[in-house]
């Protein structure tokens, strides 16, 4: 172990690692204009994260479009004669484009002040959106030899890591409303929490595993790669903010901005660190 000849090219670009943080940010957004018509302490975040949720919807959908060779074959993501419905990407396009559906009619029914539809749309589209971090967690946990992707636990840390980012988004989103801050803090500080111990799971599991997984622990914790995963996503993007969060400053508007920055941070460390950290393994022989 340890003698290797490069010879594959990463299959999975760093675009990739973007799309997975713009769309979970929209995804909750998303969940979090829809809780305005059932809390009043989120009203004021209606159409302000509903829209930047539509936006980063957009710049998602235009990644994905951006990386293909042709780019014009994403209208076979609308041609079922085209879809294979057992692969996730396929259901991760069907996904993206009702969620964009149901986005747009959302938009429609709250300009026309019509609120028992705006209410139906937002619980739909929340069950839609909740299905993009869960498929892009799938994308990765079906590759079989892939050590960190292959694991149930990927699905679930990308829901977590979608709602801790979207949250921080959120915050800035919030006017300096105590009340709403307050709850934009809980959500931040339990998914930021479960993120960490998630975590550790993953990189104990890693480290103890075969050799190609004990190789992919340690370009994932050593070099430039280890300062991006262990230095800011897991210590100054997850285990910093938490803990910031815990503290008596954590509870006040400069600690709860100062948190949620950091959780972007390292949210956006993380997509990339999981997405590109197990690839390289396979780039060597």
């Not at 209208?75 to 149901?102: E, Q």
């Not at 429609?108 to 209410?119: C, F, V, Y």
């Amino acid at each position: 172990m340890g003698d290797y000849t490069i010879f594959f090219t990463i299959a999975w670009p760093s675009t990739y690692a973007l799309y997975f943080f713009v769309i979970g940010i929209s995804a909750a957004l998303y969940f979090l204009s829809a809780l305005s018509w059932f809390r009043e302490e989120f009203k004021v975040l209606r159409t302000s994260s509903f829209y930047l949720s539509f936006a980063l919807m957009v710049v998602g959908g235009l990644l994905l479009i951006g990386d293909l060779s042709q780019p014009l074959r994403f209208l076979n993501i609308m041609n079922p004669v085209y879809l294979n419905f057992t692969s996730p990407l396929a259901w991760g396009s069907i996904i993206l484009v009702l969620f964009g559906a149901v986005s747009v009619g959302y938009f429609l029914m709250m300009r026309k002040n019509n609120e028992g539809a705006s209410r139906k749309l937002a619980v739909l589209g929340s069950f839609i959106a909740l299905g993009l971090p869960i498929y892009t967690g799938f994308d990765l946990a079906v590759h079989q030899h892939r050590p960190i992707w292959n694991t149930p636990l990927m699905p679930v840390l990308f829901v977590a890591l979608s709602l801790v980012s979207g949250a921080a988004v959120a915050s800035f989103l919030a006017k300096g409303e105590s009340r709403l801050l307050a709850n934009l803090r809980q959500i931040m500080l339990w998914s930021g929490a479960a993120v960490g111990v998630m975590l550790v799971s993953l990189l104990v599991t890693t480290a103890y595993g075969g050799s190609a997984s004990e190789l992919t622990y340690m370009f994932m914790t050593h070099g430039s790669l280890g300062m991006v995963f262990i230095g800011l996503g897991v210590l100054l993007g997850t285990a910093v903010p938490v803990a910031l969060l815990l503290a008596p400053m954590g509870r006040q508007q400069t600690g709860i901005f100062a948190a949620a920055a950091l959780l972007l941070i390292g949210g956006m460390a993380l997509r990339y660190s999981i997405l590109v950290g197990p690839q390289i393994v396979q780039t060597y022989f």
